[in-house]
Nanobody
Framework: QVQLVESGGGLVQAGGSLRLSCAASGGTFSIYSMGWFRQAPGLEREFVATIGRSGSSTEYADSVKGRFIISRDNAKNTLSLQMNSLKPEDTAAYYC????????????????WGQGTQVTVSS
């Protein structure tokens, strides 16, 4: 079973950038499709981006399309999320998640989760 640990969160001003990482261990990373989700206080967890097992297939939420880039390095067992042009509404805890087979956009479709990393964007 894969274990996931996120890092890279922090405080940034609006318009700035952050790069989140998710380190995977305990499994064969390349067999999992991966996703990023986020959850702000009082709100439901929402889909941000997903990437297929080889990295060739990606999908983004409309709210981050053109600003965020999801990528993976199967040799290093690492998932990344490059976040540019950050907005205050991007403030949330960000989670990486893993699932077998194809990409997915619903949190219930992912059985494996990290503990999250906080991103705060000040105006």
């Amino acid at each position: 079973q894969v274990q996931l640990v996120e890092s890279g969160g922090g405080l940034v001003q609006a318009g700035g950038s952050l790069r989140l990482s998710c380190a995977a261990s305990g499994g064969t990373f390349s067999i999992y499709s991966m996703g990023w989700f986020r959850q702000a206080p009082g709100l439901e967890r929402e889909f941000v981006a997903t990437i297929g097992r080889s990295g060739s297939s990606t999908e983004y939420a409309d709210s981050v399309k053109g600003r965020f880039i999801i990528s993976r390095d199967n040799a290093k067992n690492t998932l990344s999320l490059q976040m540019n042009s950050l907005k205050p509404e991007d403030t949330a805890a960000y989670y990486c998640a893993a699932r077998y087979f194809s990409t997915a956009t619903k949190s219930a479709q992912y059985p494996y989760w990290g503990q999250g990393t906080q991103v705060t964007v000040s105006s």
